[in-house]
């Protein structure tokens, strides 16, 4: 795969199942036109194929009602413009409009009465986001808005911006009424999150900050509302930070959270499933074994017990949990979908279960649970598959990891690829930049270090006061397995990463140099002090994984040897960057040139934190150029 095969990708993503009726929004990078294109296909149940169902700008996040009779999607209709909430006929037809928000609308959730639809939409004060002062005013520029007033430490999040402004609020809308207007649920004094409707219909569960955010908190709640409108109740204290309730029909309500003690934020920590039954909450899962992927969706309750997604080993495997289950080990839990894979998102209704799911080299099918593969999306550029790695760290822990290696018998210089997070991981599913690395003749070593999620939270929080131990020879340990193979140069080996493996990318470049000939280092943490009153996180983030001591986070920063590194050196950040704001960057890059390094920076507009996941087609286009002309320079 190179670049300019972004523009060939198809990514399949949310997919929704009603009777015979499967439907997935798929989603084509157009660098060209530098936008994200798509729209929702229709994929035959049988294996009989799959067509294009929608034709707009971008169709995504189909939502079939509960009757099988209507689809509500959210619809992107121009460039620049928030997505809005749609509904068409399930045999097909003309797609109608339900919203018109200046933010736009979120995810479609249908009442059991296949009428109303609940969802979320930041809605901003007047004056601010684009919005005029007042009805008929002209919306004023950036540079004359009011000044904000901030008295909390949570008011921006990266990718979103200020938030205390423009909070989330839940809303209701009769979709079949054209003449309906959207109901407002929350008044937008606290963000409110994951609507779902009661078995009865009569009410809206959602997730809000614990007291309604009346200060800054580790915890979320979930909470009610009548579904015409009214007070808000709590329903559910939590032990941490709940996401996507469901509500059961004996009025019950499943939900994912971690644990956490009190006062502290969820570091490192397995998200589990959890059941409140009006009276107690009991938690499904097993804390240390099981960890719920939520990026791939809310619980789903079947008659067999609910689907999860769940973090192992690299994998997003979709497993079921008893409904009457209590601390459920992994081991226990049946694997249904995404061995040695990634399940994206999945969807069922009665005993068909549909996925999609990712391989290194496959961007994603759809998969019928127990009748193979849907579809043949595919990419049109040749990609190639992972191979697994495992061994031991110095010290005898197991050590786990991937290479992708390219065409021919080598020896192909190396490229050491460290994930953010920490508590991430590389794994099975497709990865966009291994492949163009691997394509352009680099074997890609991707490891999984103590820090990671995926193997047990014990695994994930070894790390904690502990940056640039452990991790680092989990790391090397996993590159040195590598090396064993012949077709791999280990006197032709850069490091690079990203946020956390931005992090890794400055700590070997200054601690283990002799190992490698340049860096890429890309929206990294390198100076911890700065980085706690400069990131949207970093007020809790910096004392939770480091502790609060300044020493120590001194100790834990690359910028504080950075007149050991020698190596050439490329600082990559964006300008927008709320989570690792550019100042790390900016550090870095001026003590290295003050230390004669041959050191490069180079900073990408308009983007934030997600540049390389979600950032506009062409600058991630143009990334890639600027990465492979960096390790043509130094590797080749």
Request: charged fraction near 25%; hydrophobic fraction near 40%; aromatic fraction near 8%.
């Amino acid at each position: 795969m190179r670049p300019d095969d972004l523009r060939s990708l198809t990514l399949p993503g949310s997919v929704s199942v009603r009777g015979d009726l499967v439907l997935v929004d798929v989603t084509c990078p157009d660098v060209s036109a530098n936008a994200y294109r798509g729209g929702l296909h229709r994929v035959a149940p049988d294996g009989g194929g799959t067509r294009r169902w929608t034709w707009a700008e971008r169709d995504l996040a189909p939502r079939i009602s509960p009757d099988g009779r209507w689809v509500a999607f959210l619809r992107v209709t121009a460039r620049g413009k928030p997505p809005q909430l749609h509904v068409m006929p399930a045999d097909g037809g003309e797609a109608r409009r339900v919203t018109d928000l200046a933010l736009g609308a979120g995810v479609p959730v249908w009442a059991p009465d296949s009428r109303r639809i609940a969802f979320t939409s930041r809605v901003p004060e007047p004056g601010r986001h684009g919005v005029p002062v007042a009805e008929g005013e002209e919306a004023p520029t950036p540079d004359a808005e009011a000044p904000r007033h901030i008295t909390r430490l949570d008011y921006r999040l990266d990718d979103i911006g200020f938030t205390a402004d423009r909070h989330s609020r839940v809303f209701t809308v009769d979709a079949l009424d054209p003449d309906a207007e959207p109901v407002e649920l929350t008044d937008g004094t606290f963000s409110a999150v994951d609507p779902a409707w009661t078995a009865d219909g009569e009410r809206v569960l959602f997730v809000a900050e614990r007291d309604l955010g009346a200060t800054e908190t580790f915890n979320n709640d979930v909470y009610s509302a009548p579904a015409s409108g009214g007070t808000p109740e709590l329903v559910v204290r939590t032990r941490g930070g709940a996401a996507y309730p469901v509500a059961l029909p004996d009025g019950g309500v499943l939900f994912y959270s971690p644990e956490q003690a009190p006062g502290q934020a969820a570091i490192a920590r397995n998200m589990s499933l959890w059941r409140f039954d009006g009276e107690r909450v009991t938690r499904l899962t097993d804390m240390e074994t099981v960890d719920c992927e939520k990026a791939a969706g809310p619980p789903v309750v079947t008659d067999a017990g609910v689907l999860v997604a769940v973090r192992n080993r690299g994998a997003i495997e979709l497993r079921r949990v008893p409904l009457d289950a209590d601390d459920a080990v992994l081991a226990d839990l049946e694997v249904l979908a995404g061995e040695r894979a990634e399940v994206k998102s999945f969807a069922a209704d009665g005993d068909r279960i549909v996925a999609v799911v990712s391989t290194s080299d496959n961007t994603g099918e759809v998969v019928l649970v127990g009748g193979g593969t849907l579809t043949d999306f595919g990419s049109k550029a040749p990609l190639r598959p992972a191979k697994e790695l495992t061994g031991a760290a110095p010290d005898g822990y197991p050590v786990h990891g991937w290479v992708v290696l390219p065409e021919g018998e080598g020896p192909h210089p190396v490229v050491l690829a460290v994930h953010g997070g920490p508590f991430m991981y590389h794994g099975w599913g497709f990865f966009d930049e291994a492949q163009v690395y691997a394509a352009a003749g680099y074997a890609v070593v991707l490891p999984n270090p103590r820090g990671s999620a995926g193997y047990g939270q014990a695994h994930g929080q070894s790390v904690i006061g502990a940056f640039g131990t452990v991790d680092v020879d989990d790391v090397l340990a996993v590159l040195d397995i590598a090396l064993e193979d012949p077709a791999l140069d280990a006197d032709r080996v850069g490091v690079m990463g990203g946020s956390y493996g931005g992090f890794m990318t400055s700590w070997l470049a200054a601690h283990h140099g002799e190992r490698f000939r340049a860096a890429w280092s890309e929206r990294a943490v390198n100076a911890w002090d700065s980085f706690g009153g400069s990131s949207d996180i970093g007020w809790f983030f910096a004392d939770a994984y480091c502790g609060p001591s300044p020493e120590a986070q001194r100790a834990m920063s690359p910028l504080t040897y950075a007149e050991k590194i020698t190596m050439p050196f490329m600082v990559v950040h964006s300008e927008h960057d709320w989570r690792c704001p550019l100042e790390q960057a900016q550090r870095m890059f001026v003590a290295l040139r003050r230390n004669g390094v041959e050191a490069e920076m180079l900073v990408f507009p308009g983007e934030g934190h997600e540049l390389t996941r979600s950032g506009k087609p062409r600058h991630r286009k143009q990334r890639f150029d600027a990465v492979l002309k960096w390790w043509g320079r130094h590797l080749v």
